[in-house]
């Protein structure tokens, strides 16, 4: 057996040679130039498919049978065959050879039929894999036949001459769309529709189609023209493993649609938007806060609102990967909270990135979620917070991430102390926990801001050691700041402010000077330190990274804790900036001169400086939310208010009321805060009690009464604290002595109101651990006259604890006023050089005070003196000048 006889039929179309054109596949023409269709030929059973080209049988019968006369055998006796090639023709080289594709053959006659055997039916093997690439176009636009319909996208093709067939070159038909055939002659079920093929066949190169059989030349001469050049398209060799299964002739090819326009992805433009909105809006934030025009504000929220828009879509999409849909719900829920009450949908989308977070083991931004969520949830739930926060400092500390240990304990040592003094205790221990942890693992800034903030809370709390307590905590700062090498401006600023702070409670004031000039020094120096930025308020304290441990900081955890170089990274605190801690220097500088009382007005000086600094609008600040800029405007609006109250109060000591007419104007021009917090009720209560000096020193005694009584210095027959405030319980007491005072006029006595006061004020005035309270306490009672009046040695008692304590605390005010109580009580109508010297110390220290009535008071007494002693001149003198302070203090109350 030859190869040949092995070939399935079919196969020896691509022999060599020519094949004779026989008669019977010749097409007749009709009058009408359409083909006449013949009977198709019964098909032999058994035989393998044969190959032929992708034409349908069944529309074109007379081609079925490649073999003269429908004999194989005669054809192969008459044209050799070569073994070697049994698939290949004598088309040009200049083509790829391809494997053709399978055609059904035309079965031979029955008696052909009883002599082969029929081998089993083998599938028909794919030659091409089915890749994205488009399906072979079909053969249409044959010159005659039914299907003479030219394509609309096509230039009419010119009739054939006098030949049987003519075949269209595949590959021109690649290059143009083809009208799809009618539905008449549907592909067979086993084909893919044609929908499924890809609209985007004119990008592909064209695909090279296996080369078919065609007529002899001889008879047909059209058949050794070429296409136009212009038409023909150069043919591509396709790999194995690329092609695609053929599909069949009768498959309609729906047209090349042209090239779309190129897909721009919106999300990652989306982001940007959104973060350009936000950060212009966070840039004019300062100016937006301090003036709060109606058109500013209108602009902020309009641009955060689209910045929150922008983010809104982005989370909708479905083109989020985990990481960055977790970012986007921080950064949204962040936006949310510090632009918006909308307390809830923030709390929902931190509690879709806390689970996105769970799923994907993001650590760093499910506990940066969770400090976001705890601050959400405070203020609607502060108990819940409390309850919650607890459980992820003790995860923290199994897991032994103690960045975040810092960073829970911190925040809820603030939950406590925002809550009010109840919650004092709590904080102070949950900071002492924080210092422990610190101290065990050698972070000695963590450490050291631990102890300065317990120190702050023992101020707060005013326990009776508190003084003890508070420098123990200076101490121990100090202690490792000199051990450690690391030194971080903000915390040696704060140590002083803190030391300085403590010893003007104490009424140490030479101290307080010494401690305020190291203060002034060390500010000097960090003037243009760059370790101390002037637009921001941030503080970084070093943390030493554990080994082997998960990673739980990154670039997205840098606004609670931030990665830094080699073994550390840093716990990011919001703290006094640079202008804030020059502004609370000179405060205090001021109340320093004015104890000293060296130069009168030396101290409203120094507070007008204080005022400068607040004001000062050319130091450019970090970019920040509008409620943040909100609160260090109040925050700066509180210290203006209470030097302006400064202010007022030593004007009234010097009896200038003009000017505390203008401190009283300056406050109330000032924008007030929004919130109810207790620094605004601490600054209420203050402006009410300057008023009440207003209207006392200026003789309106009614309008001063009115004051005194008002509801907010009723005070407390426990002496306990008033709301919680020291401030307002001594407030209330200083009221109640004016009360005393006014009522010492003839025309508002009430000696039964009066003693009712003294009986109310006794237990809470004599054994007050302020010293300045006892000594007030003492001069009222020494100064006033009762009924029954007070014994000479009450009266001896009391003047001897005023003088006393103004000794002590180096207060001009207090001694002068001391002394000319001491000359009135004891040395009235007395002949002798004791009373001539008290008399004398009186007017001196009054001087030194610069209250003109009480200056005017001792000069009225000297002169007493000096006439009793008999002389007359010096006491005409003493008179006159007394005369001239009276009326000088009258001119200044009329303002």
Same mark, same amino acid.
């Given at each position: 057996?030859?190869?040949?006889?092995?070939?399935?039929?079919?196969?020896?179309?691509?022999?060599?040679?020519?094949?004779?054109?026989?008669?019977?596949?010749?097409?007749?023409?009709?009058?009408?130039?359409?083909?006449?269709?013949?009977?198709?030929?019964?098909?032999?059973?058994?035989?393998?498919?044969?190959?032929?080209?992708?034409?349908?049988p069944a529309a074109y019968p007379q081609y079925a049978n490649g073999y003269q006369n429908g004999n194989q055998q005669q054809y192969q006796q008459n044209h050799y065959v070569h073994p070697t090639y049994p698939q290949h023709h004598t088309q040009s080289h200049s083509q790829p050879q391809l494997q053709q594709l399978p055609?059904?053959?035309?079965?031979?006659? =029955?008696?052909?039929?009883?002599?082969?055997?029929?081998?089993?039916?083998?599938?028909?093997?794919?030659?091409?894999?089915?890749?994205?690439?488009?399906?072979?176009?079909?053969?249409?636009?044959?010159?005659?036949?039914?299907?003479?319909?030219?394509?609309?996208?096509?230039?009419?093709?010119?009739?054939?001459?006098?030949?049987?067939?003519?075949?269209?070159?595949?590959?021109?038909?690649?290059?143009?769309?083809?009208?799809?055939?009618?539905?008449?002659?549907?592909?067979?079920?086993?084909?893919?529709?044609?929908?499924?093929?890809?609209?985007?066949?004119?990008?592909?190169?064209?695909?090279?189609?296996?080369?078919?059989?065609?007529?002899?030349?001889?008879?047909?001469?059209?058949?050794?023209?070429?296409?136009?050049?212009?038409?023909?398209?150069?043919?591509?060799?396709?790999?194995?493993?690329?092609?695609?299964?053929?599909?069949?002739?009768?498959?309609?090819?729906?047209?090349?649609?042209?090239?779309?326009?190129?897909?721009?992805?919106?999300?990652?433009?989306?982001?940007?938007?959104?973060?350009?909105?936000?950060?212009?809006?966070?840039?004019?934030?300062?100016?937006?806060?301090?003036?709060?025009?109606?058109?500013?504000?209108?602009?902020?929220?309009?641009?955060?609102?689209?910045?929150?828009?922008?983010?809104?879509?982005?989370?909708?999409?479905?083109?989020?990967?985990?990481?960055?849909?977790?970012?986007?719900?921080?950064?949204?829920?962040?936006?949310?909270?510090?632009?918006?009450?909308?307390?809830?949908?923030?709390?929902?989308?931190?509690?879709?990135?806390? =689970?996105?977070?769970?799923?994907?083991?993001?650590?760093?931004? !499910?506990?940066?979620?969770?400090?976001?969520?705890?601050?959400?949830?405070?203020?609607?739930?502060?108990?819940?917070?409390?309850?919650?926060?607890?459980?992820?400092?003790?995860?923290?500390?199994?897991?032994?991430?103690?960045?975040?240990?810092?960073?829970?304990?911190?925040?809820?040592?603030?939950?406590?102390?925002?809550?009010?003094?109840?919650?004092?205790?709590?904080?102070?221990?949950?900071?002492?926990?924080?210092?422990?942890?610190?101290?065990?693992?050698?972070?000695?800034?963590?450490?050291?801001?631990?102890?300065?903030?317990?120190?702050?809370?023992?101020?707060?709390?005013?326990?009776?050691?508190?003084?003890?307590?508070?420098?123990?905590?200076?101490?121990?700062?100090?202690?490792?700041?000199?051990?450690?090498?690391?030194?971080?401006?903000?915390?040696?600023?704060?140590?002083?402010?803190?030391?300085?702070?403590?010893?003007?409670?104490?009424?140490?004031?030479?101290?307080?000077?010494?401690?305020?000039?190291?203060?002034?020094?060390?500010?000097?120096?960090?003037?243009?330190?760059?370790?101390?930025?002037?637009?921001?308020?941030?503080?970084?304290?070093?943390?030493?990274?554990?080994?082997?441990?998960?990673?739980?900081?990154?670039?997205?955890?840098?606004?609670?804790?931030?990665?830094?170089?080699?073994?550390?990274?840093?716990?990011?605190?919001?703290?006094?900036?640079?202008?804030?801690?020059?502004?609370? =220097?000179?405060?205090?500088?001021?109340?320093?001169?004015?104890?000293?009382?060296?130069?009168?007005?030396?101290?409203?000086?120094?507070?007008?400086?204080?005022?400068?600094?607040?004001?000062?609008?050319?130091?450019?600040?970090?970019?920040?939310?509008?409620?943040?800029?909100?609160?260090?405007?109040?925050?700066?609006?509180?210290?203006?208010?209470?030097?302006?109250?400064?202010?007022?109060?030593?004007?009234?000591?010097?009896?200038?009321?003009?000017?505390?007419?203008?401190?009283?104007?300056?406050?109330?021009?000032?924008?007030?805060?929004?919130?109810?917090?207790?620094?605004?009720?601490?600054?209420?209560?203050?402006?009410?009690?300057?008023?009440?000096?207003?209207?006392?020193?200026?003789?309106?005694?009614?309008?001063?009464?009115?004051?005194?009584?008002?509801?907010?210095?009723?005070?407390?027959?426990?002496?306990?604290?008033?709301?919680?405030?020291?401030?307002?319980?001594?407030?209330?007491?200083?009221?109640?002595?004016?009360?005393?005072?006014?009522?010492?006029?003839?025309?508002?006595?009430?000696?039964?109101?009066?003693?009712?006061?003294?009986?109310?004020?006794?237990?809470?005035?004599?054994?007050?651990?302020?010293?300045?309270?006892?000594?007030?306490?003492?001069?009222?009672?020494?100064?006033?006259?009762?009924?029954?009046?007070?014994?000479?040695?009450?009266?001896?008692?009391?003047?001897?604890?005023?003088?006393?304590?103004?000794?002590?605390?180096?207060?001009?005010?207090?001694?002068?006023?001391?002394? !000319?109580?001491?000359?009135?009580?004891?040395?009235?109508?007395?002949?002798?050089?004791?009373?001539?010297?008290?008399?004398?110390?009186?007017?001196?220290?009054?001087?030194?005070?610069?209250?003109?009535?009480?200056?005017?008071?001792?000069?009225?007494?000297?002169?007493?003196?000096?006439?009793?002693?008999?002389?007359?001149?010096?006491?005409?003198?003493?008179?006159?000048?007394?005369?001239?302070?009276? !009326?000088?203090?009258?001119?200044?109350?009329?303002?």
């Amino acid at each position: 057996m030859t190869f040949r006889d092995t070939m399935p039929p079919g196969q020896a179309y691509g022999g060599h040679g020519h094949q004779p054109q026989h008669p019977q596949f010749h097409t007749q023409q009709h009058a009408y130039g359409q083909h006449q269709q013949r009977p198709q030929l019964p098909q032999p059973q058994g035989q393998p498919q044969p190959r032929l080209p992708s034409v349908s049988p069944a529309a074109y019968p007379q081609y079925a049978n490649g073999y003269q006369n429908g004999n194989q055998q005669q054809y192969q006796q008459n044209h050799y065959v070569h073994p070697t090639y049994p698939q290949h023709h004598t088309q040009s080289h200049s083509q790829p050879q391809l494997q053709q594709l399978p055609l059904p053959h035309p079965q031979p006659p =029955a008696q052909q039929r009883q002599h082969q055997p029929q081998p089993p039916v083998q599938p028909t093997a794919q030659y091409y894999p089915i890749p994205s690439a488009p399906e072979p176009q079909p053969y249409v636009n044959y010159s005659n036949g039914p299907y003479r319909q030219p394509s609309p996208l096509l230039p009419p093709i010119p009739a054939p001459a006098a030949s049987s067939v003519q075949f269209v070159n595949p590959s021109y038909l690649q290059q143009q769309p083809v009208t799809p055939r009618p539905t008449s002659h549907a592909p067979p079920a086993s084909q893919p529709p044609a929908s499924t093929m890809s609209p985007q066949i004119s990008q592909l190169p064209p695909i090279a189609r296996p080369p078919q059989r065609t007529p002899s030349a001889q008879n047909n001469p059209r058949l050794n023209e070429k296409p136009p050049p212009s038409r023909t398209a150069p043919t591509l060799k396709i790999p194995k493993d690329q092609r695609r299964p053929s599909v069949g002739a009768g498959v309609a090819k729906s047209p090349a649609t042209p090239n779309s326009s190129v897909h721009i992805e919106t999300l990652p433009l989306l982001i940007c938007v959104a973060e350009d909105c936000f950060e212009k809006a966070n840039t004019t934030a300062r100016k937006v806060a301090k003036f709060m025009s109606d058109a500013e504000v209108a602009d902020h929220h309009k641009l955060v609102a689209t910045g929150l828009g922008c983010l809104d879509v982005a989370l909708k999409s479905n083109k989020l990967w985990p990481r960055l849909e977790a970012r986007l719900c921080l950064r949204y829920a962040s936006v949310l909270i510090d632009e918006t009450t909308n307390i809830m949908e923030a709390e929902t989308t931190l509690t879709r990135g806390i =689970a996105v977070c769970d799923k994907n083991r993001f650590l760093d931004l !499910n506990y940066c979620s969770q400090f976001l969520l705890m601050k959400t949830l405070f203020q609607r739930n502060p108990k819940a917070a409390f309850k919650l926060i607890e459980g992820h400092i003790s995860d923290c500390g199994t897991y032994k991430h103690v960045h975040w240990i810092y960073a829970f304990r911190f925040l809820k040592a603030s939950f406590h102390l925002q809550a009010g003094s109840p919650a004092e205790h709590s904080a102070i221990d949950n900071l002492r926990k924080i210092a422990g942890v610190a101290n065990q693992r050698k972070d000695s800034s963590i450490f050291a801001m631990a102890m300065l903030l317990e120190g702050f809370a023992h101020m707060t709390t005013m326990k009776d050691d508190w003084a003890n307590r508070v420098q123990l905590c200076i101490a121990q700062v100090s202690k490792i700041q000199m051990e450690s090498s690391i030194q971080i401006p903000q915390i040696d600023i704060l140590l002083r402010l803190l030391d300085l702070a403590c010893s003007l409670h104490q009424k140490t004031h030479s101290i307080s000077a010494q401690k305020l000039n190291v203060l002034q020094r060390q500010l000097e120096e960090l003037r243009n330190s760059p370790d101390w930025p002037l637009q921001t308020g941030e503080v970084l304290l070093s943390i030493n990274r554990l080994p082997n441990t998960a990673p739980t900081v990154s670039k997205d955890t840098r606004a609670v804790v931030r990665q830094g170089e080699g073994n550390a990274d840093y716990l990011v605190l919001s703290t006094l900036g640079k202008q804030e801690a020059w502004a609370i =220097a000179w405060v205090f500088n001021g109340i320093v001169a004015h104890y000293r009382a060296t130069t009168p007005g030396r101290s409203a000086t120094l507070w007008n400086e204080a005022l400068r600094v607040l004001d000062d609008t050319k130091i450019s600040t970090a970019p920040q939310p509008l409620p943040e800029a909100l609160k260090q405007h109040d925050w700066a609006r509180e210290l203006t208010c209470y030097t302006h109250i400064l202010i007022g109060l030593q004007a009234a000591t010097v009896t200038d009321w003009a000017k505390v007419k203008q401190s009283l104007d300056a406050i109330r021009e000032q924008p007030h805060s929004s919130s109810s917090s207790s620094s605004g009720s601490s600054l209420e209560i203050l402006t009410l009690y300057l008023e009440g000096c207003l209207w006392q020193g200026t003789a309106n005694m009614d309008e001063a009464l009115t004051v005194w009584k008002n509801p907010r210095f009723e005070l407390d027959p426990t002496g306990a604290y008033k709301n919680g405030s020291r401030l307002e319980t001594e407030l209330c007491i200083l009221a109640t002595l004016n009360r005393v005072y006014i009522m010492q006029e003839p025309n508002h006595k009430d000696s039964a109101e009066t003693a009712e006061l003294v009986d109310l004020l006794r237990p809470i005035c004599e054994d007050n651990p302020d010293l300045e309270i006892r000594t007030a306490w003492n001069l009222v009672l020494a100064s006033s006259t009762f009924e029954p009046e007070l014994s000479l040695n009450q009266a001896k008692r009391h003047i001897q604890g005023g003088l006393s304590g103004a000794q002590q605390l180096n207060n001009t005010q207090y001694l002068s006023m001391a002394l !000319n109580i001491m000359r009135c009580k004891l040395f009235e109508n007395v002949v002798g050089e004791q009373a001539l010297k008290s008399a004398k110390a009186g007017s001196t220290q009054a001087k030194k005070s610069g209250n003109l009535l009480w200056m005017s008071v001792a000069e009225g007494m000297l002169g007493q003196s000096y006439e009793i002693e008999g002389q007359v001149g010096e006491a005409r003198r003493a008179r006159e000048e007394g005369v001239r302070l009276a !009326n000088e203090a009258y001119d200044k109350t009329q303002f």
